[in-house]
DNA sequence: ATACTTGCAAATGATTTGCCAGTGT
DNA sequence: ACACTGGCAAATCATTTGCAAGTAT
């Protein structure tokens, strides 16, 4: 279990290395997704794209930063999940997959391996027939310090 | 694990109780609330409000329908699941609880008591220290059929 | 008669889209 | 230069709310 976004190890080194996959898939790099990709990295925690927005100053407005996150998202670069109700939480992610939990009293959202819920998934297959994906709308429940 | 929400014996007989209800709430019983209670009686599967207007001939609107969920959800009769993107999906329930699997490509939702998720919430409990809920956001993966 | 309900219109909140001016490459 | 981007306003979608008129009890 990983508390943060960031726990693993990520498909690129830095911002500069995002930036080098925009433009080689042909994407332009501009002071807007600059800003929403600054405020993703400097994040401790899944952003909403009008707190993305917030953090940037006046670099992105909330349309360009939602039209920054799509592509990002189509790059692999980025993610998002959907708690409750709240508008999605968007996250840098290095490779591979993630997987969420989240806790409906206070918000928290934890990350973590597909791997780790391998077992959760087994017992659902088993008895439902379903195989479950918790990558973009997450486990719901009260966590350990909400209970 | 049963398909329809109406698997289980209900807490009332017929939609005569439910208007019973109703009334010792201190609710009125009209034309429009009728009309909802009516089509969620006789729908197969759990109805988005804009489908139960649709199913109620000119008998609701859409503004009074979604204010006779409430009421009702707030009654214990019914019951809404949040799939995917989807508008909310309602369904009228009888006494207990009920949560939620959903198929992810086919849009299927099953309808499962408790207690038969009990050893999945002992496995997210134990590994996260989650206590998980799937009564209002289901669990989302792909169904026997879709896999 | 009174208070709850309704329909309709307008407000919300999240996200998307149209459009044209601006700018990476 | 050209095509991709950005800002801004307007459009969507689901849901909610304000309000005056209607009606169940």
């Known amino acids: ?14 911002l500069e290395d995002v930036r080098r996959l925009m433009r080689d ?12 990709l600054q405020a993703l990295f400097d994040a401790e ?3 909403s794209a009008q707190a993305i927005v917030e953090r940037g100053g ?16 189509a790059l692999g670069v ?24 989240t806790c409906e ?8 391996e597909p791997a780790e819920l391998d077992a959760v998934r087994d017992l659902v297959r088993e008895r439902f027939g379903y195989e479950a994906r918790f990558g973009h709308f997450p486990i719901v429940g009260r966590c350990a310090d909400c209970r």
Chains 1, 2 share one sequence.
Do not use: I
């Open 1 to 14: 279990v990983t508390e943060a976004p960031h726990a693993e190890p990520r498909a690129f080194e830095d």
């Open 25 to 36: 898939a042909g994407h332009r790099v501009s002071a807007p997704s600059r800003a929403v």
């Open 45 to 47: 925690a899944p952003l």
């Open 58 to 73: 006046d670099a992105v407005e909330l349309a360009s930063a939602y039209r920054n996150l799509e592509r990002l998202e």
């Open 78 to 101: 980025v993610r998002h999940v959907h708690l409750g109700h709240s508008p999605g939480l968007y996250m840098l992610v290095g490779g591979g997959e993630r997987e969420f939990l």
């Open 105 to 112: 009293r206070c918000g928290r959202v934890e990350s973590v």
